[in-house]
């Protein structure tokens, strides 16, 4: 066993890299043509978006009949879609301001990255609520204005309170990260030499020009912005599991839903990130910048909220019998053994299980086998939604209303679409914008800082 | 090149050490017009060239604290004031359901607030024709090296002083820095004809837009408020029935639940002698024929039975009903009326069910008595 020095910080870029290589490194991407891969990659997830669009086409020509929602399963695939993609997004603000607040330097090289998959997560999920009131261009009722019906929206009902939370989420995401372009965006102002180019980066930098007085209000910003997209990332998944636990339904109105839905948000999004960030690091060359440790830190976090998601659901278990709610009993051994007892268990098996792996230090530092179980973790969490959504309604307190729910092939068309969307945005973001943010690896960077020797 | 106009004498270090020990000595030889350019934020600059600490954080508070104010007062006007709703028996101001919004109200003014007000107040951006951009100082400054700029109007500015203090600091590079002439004396007008062009342009895509998608796209398919729907309407013409009507007439000999045919529709004296009114002239029965009286009866016959009818001469005067030969008839001879109508009276046989055609006589009978009462009514 080798000793490590704990009297000095471990640097988070590896093999200190010169200032201007990163520069090199990074805006590579942006400046070079793209490859075979890269177009046989968006061509993959362009076909996989006509196939969504075609499914969304027909659902709006048609109507949401075509959808496998049914009367006791109101809600169906759309919802349990939204719930998913609103949760991948949730790592991607944990990253970049909570392990910011934390001071977590490795976060550093995966915070752009991850804020962006933020964003084009929250625009895949703002989808699915809006296509499942079955006439989303009449949306604008969702939102309180002086109307001809003189009538204002509910401001006690946790479905509008979802109106707000998700759109000041998306709102407050994207000003985040593009606060942290803008540097990025002077960077390469000053870099390119293509005309096109320099008007474009002119206009993202809005004339930044690096200056310290500026630099101090930045900071000053970055942690303003990091101290309130924490409560902001906790408190929309909060209320996203308020739409289930202010409801009466055995299975969805309890107490733990909240953290428990946190959790799995974080779970469900590292995992994703983990994922994307493989391809991108090998794919750019980054692995200096994205490190081993890097991922090894991120599969750290996925064994503790997989740990977290496991504990909720014991012990939904253990109050169900503890309540002595006979309706709350029926629906969790429903769950467990009932007509979705399938999901239950590819449910159990893929986040309870397969993150315990994680304990292992060979494993949390093997790419492909953390690939495999990070694949394994989103298709849990999916399926995770579905059993909540879905065994709490098709078996309500009311017997002879009970129906079982199949979604159909357009509801698996808007799935499919909505990955389609999401890697499509991915893949344009790595061409266009630099997914590493610039000055703060450089600002990591050992040596990059003064040694105060003379302070 | 005497005819450029200097902006300021720059200086470029290559350690982040000495561009710390340069922000010292800068600010304290007493110039106050001058800048440090650094790739990324240095640790300990701030100190060195003594800034006072970002005044942001109450922007942020400020800003979220009217956030929750503008949230708390827009929801007491929408659910309290204007709209009041009883929702799941929660009283009006039901503050523990709106703390979810006023708190998301609160970080998306805070958040959005305090940038802007980074951005456009105290950096005064957007500031694209700022003379360092896109200069030999900039494209070090922004890559790896950290720089001095020391403004020309700076009250010590002193080109030869200043050269030897930053030689003296271990600059690898001095750099003036000139004002693009070009930009300084640039005069903005408003009647441009490109930006006048781009105005008109926009107003005429925004309107166009915005025309089309209420007036025309909210009618198209499937947009149309679900206006064509695949089922007949009354009065369609149907493909499917050989009739070719849409509305389906009752099967021959049907009859409504409750409505036995009239079986006196030409034979008056039968129906006054065969029918008698089911009904007790109660309190409850006349009210319901005052009401129907008047609905029905009232516009030609006038409110008391008169012939005083409101129809300003549109339709002939019926007589009164309160003559002799009227107080003699039986209830059934005025039902007889009321069900095949009389001469050009309309019948009211569809209108009225047989109730309420009862009342509306017991009605008539009550008005009668009014103008020829008995003595012992007295």
Not at chain 1, 288 to 297: A, D, M, R
Not at chain 2, 156 to 178: Q, R
Request: charged share 15%.
């Amino acid at each position: 066993m080798s000793t490590v020095d704990y009297t000095r910080e471990i640097s988070v870029i590896e093999g200190q890299p010169p200032l201007r290589e990163i520069d090199e490194v990074i805006s590579k991407p942006l400046e070079t043509k793209p490859d075979k891969k890269f177009y046989m990659a968006i061509s993959v997830t362009l076909t996989m978006l006509l196939i969504g669009g075609i499914a969304l086409g027909l659902s709006f020509y048609y109507g949401t009949g075509l959808w496998g929602n049914n009367n006791p399963v109101g809600w169906g695939l759309p919802i349990v879609n939204f719930v998913f993609w609103v949760g991948i997004g949730h790592a991607g603000t944990l990253i970049s301001a909570i392990l910011f607040l934390f001071r977590q330097k490795w976060r550093t090289g995966i915070a752009r990255f991850a804020e962006g998959m933020t964003i084009f997560a929250v625009m895949t999920a703002g989808i699915f609520p809006l296509i499942h009131v079955g006439r989303p261009w009449l949306a604008g009722y969702l939102i309180p204005y002086p109307n001809q019906h003189s009538l204002w929206v509910n401001f006690t009902s946790p479905l509008l309170w979802d109106v707000f939370a998700v759109s000041t989420y998306f709102a407050v995401s994207f000003i985040f990260w593009y606060v942290g372009l803008i540097p990025d965006f002077a960077a390469l102002r000053e870099r390119t030499t293509n005309k096109i180019k320099k008007v474009i980066y002119s206009i993202g930098s809005l004339g930044w020009r690096n200056s310290n007085r500026h630099w101090q209000h930045y900071e000053m910003v970055y942690l303003i912005l990091a101290g309130f997209a924490t409560p902001l990332v906790l408190s929309v998944h909060t209320i996203v599991s308020f739409d289930f636990a202010i409801s009466i339904l055995p299975g969805w109105h309890t107490t733990i839903f909240p953290p428990y839905f946190v959790a799995g948000a974080v779970f469900s999004g590292f995992a994703m990130v983990q994922n994307v960030l493989i391809f991108i690091r090998k794919i750019f060359n980054y692995e200096h910048i994205i490190t081993l440790k890097t991922l090894e830190n991120m599969n750290k976090i996925i064994l503790l909220t997989g740990s977290m998601v496991g504990y909720a659901y014991a012990m939904e278990f253990f109050i169900a019998w503890y309540s002595g709610v006979q309706p709350e009993q029926f629906t969790f051994l429903n769950r467990a053994f009932g007509p979705y007892a399938w999901a239950y268990w590819i449910m159990v098996s893929c986040n309870v299980i397969s993150p315990q792996l994680f304990w292992f230090k060979k494993i949390r530092t093997t790419i492909p086998v953390m690939f495999v179980i990070a694949v394994f973790v989103n298709v849990g969490m999916w399926f995770e939604r579905f059993v909540i959504v879905v065994t709490s309604l098709s078996r309500d307190y009311l017997p002879s209303s009970w129906a079982y729910f199949t979604p159909t092939l357009t509801d698996f068309g808007i799935l499919i679409g909505s990955f389609g969307l999401f890697f499509t945005l991915l893949l344009i973001f790595t061409k266009t914008l630099p997914v590493v943010s610039i000055a703060e690896v450089k600002a990591v960077v050992d040596g990059s800082q003064p040694s105060h020797k003379d302070h | 090149m005497t005819d450029k106009k200097l902006y300021s004498l720059t200086a470029v270090f290559d350690k982040p050490d000495d561009i710390i020990n340069a922000a010292e000595k800068v600010s304290d030889s007493g110039y106050t017009k001058y800048d440090i350019n650094t790739p990324y934020p240095v640790h300990g600059l701030d100190g060195a060239m003594k800034l006072p600490p970002s005044k942001l954080g109450y922007s942020a508070l400020v800003l979220g604290l009217s956030g929750t104010f503008a949230a708390v007062l827009m929801i007491y006007f929408m659910s309290v004031y204007d709209y009041p709703i009883v929702i799941g028996g929660k009283p009006f101001f039901a503050l523990p359901a709106f703390v979810p919004i006023m708190f998301e109200i609160t970080v998306l003014a805070a958040s959005i607030g305090t940038v802007l007000t980074m951005l456009f107040f105290f950096f005064k951006f957007p500031n694209n024709s700022h003379p360092l951009l896109e200069t030999d100082y900039m494209k070090l400054v922004s890559v790896d090296k950290y720089g001095v700029s020391i403004q020309a109007d700076d009250p010590k500015f002193n080109e030869d002083e200043i050269s030897k203090l930053y030689n003296d600091l271990g600059a690898s590079k001095i750099l003036p820095v000139y004002w693009d002439l070009e930009e300084v004396l640039y005069e903005h007008k408003i009647v441009e004809p490109k930006f006048l062009g781009m105005l008109a342009l926009t107003a005429i895509i925004v309107s166009g837009t915005v025309y089309f998608s209420l007036n025309k796209l909210m009618f198209m398919e499937p947009f149309s408020w679900m206006m064509e729907q695949e089922k007949l309407s009354p009065q369609q013409k149907s493909e499917f029935f050989s009739d070719g009507y849409s509305m389906r007439p009752p099967v021959e000999g049907a009859i409504a639940r409750g409505d036995l045919p009239y079986q006196f529709a030409d034979k008056p004296e039968m129906a006054a002698k065969i029918l008698s009114n089911p009904l007790v002239s109660s309190e409850e029965n006349l009210l319901l024929g005052k009401t129907k009286y008047n609905i029905y009866c009232s516009p030609c016959h006038g409110y008391f039975g008169e012939g005083d009818s409101r129809l300003r001469g549109q339709f002939p005067n019926p007589p009164s009903l309160h003559s002799q030969k009227l107080r003699d008839w039986t209830d059934g001879r005025i039902y007889h009326v009321i069900e095949v109508g009389q001469n050009v009276m309309p019948a009211y046989n569809t209108q009225m069910t047989n109730n309420e055609k009862w009342a509306t006589i017991l009605y008539i009978r009550a008005l009668q008595r009014s103008l020829n009462a008995k003595e012992s009514d007295l």
